[in-house]
């Protein structure tokens, strides 16, 4: 359950970055992908926990992944360079949510060439009033961006402003 509203925090986290500017919605799914897709190197688990701990937080958590995935956003994004770099935000806020929101397996920003790994010792466990905050932040982020959205696009008679 935990570790269900940690990914939905991902997802949220990146959809607000994504919501930054006036994006269309291919740049905000770009964006996203890049926030939320990382923890597809956790898909090693089908294969036993040997799998997952050899590739997990390593392959789509480290720089080969988002630079990948960055000439992927410059190839297809509508405005290439101010997504690419929020894109890499996306992708650099993941990292630091499971560094300090989680623990669990260590980093590894440069595999497969380096098995170099960041942890911090500080970090906070998924049941904890921090990792709540952050949650709760989240949503009422996301909640005012479709709050948002909706005014903007609802007619100006609707908005009070005819
Ligand atoms: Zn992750």
């Known amino acids: 359950m935990l570790t269900a509203l ?7 986290l990146s959809w607000i970055v994504g919501a930054a500017g006036h994006r269309t919605m291919r740049d905000r799914w770009l964006i996203v992908g890049a926030g939320v897709l ?3 190197d956790g898909i090693g688990i089908l ?3 040997h799998a997952y701990d050899a590739v997990h937080r390593a392959a789509g958590h480290g720089l080969l992944f988002i630079v990948l995935w960055l000439l992927l956003v410059v190839a297809l994004a509508d405005r290439r360079w101010p997504t690419a770099a929020l894109a ?3 992708f650099h ?3 630091l949510l499971d560094v300090v929101g989680t623990g669990g ?24 009033w921090q990792n709540a905050v952050v ?11 479709g709050w948002r959205t909706a005014r903007l696009n609802a ?5 009070g402003d005819a």
């Open 6 to 12: 940690h990914f939905f925090t991902h997802i949220g």
């Open 38 to 40: 990382p923890d597809l």
């Open 47 to 49: 294969w036993g926990q």
């Open 88 to 90: 890499a935000v996306s």
């Open 93 to 95: 806020l993941h990292l």
């Open 105 to 128: 397996l260590p980093i590894r920003y440069f595999w497969p060439f380096s098995d170099a790994s960041w942890t911090y010792a500080g970090h906070w466990t998924l049941a904890s």
């Open 135 to 145: 949650m709760g932040g989240t949503l009422l982020g996301v909640l005012w961006i």
């Open 155 to 159: 007619p100006a008679a609707a908005r």
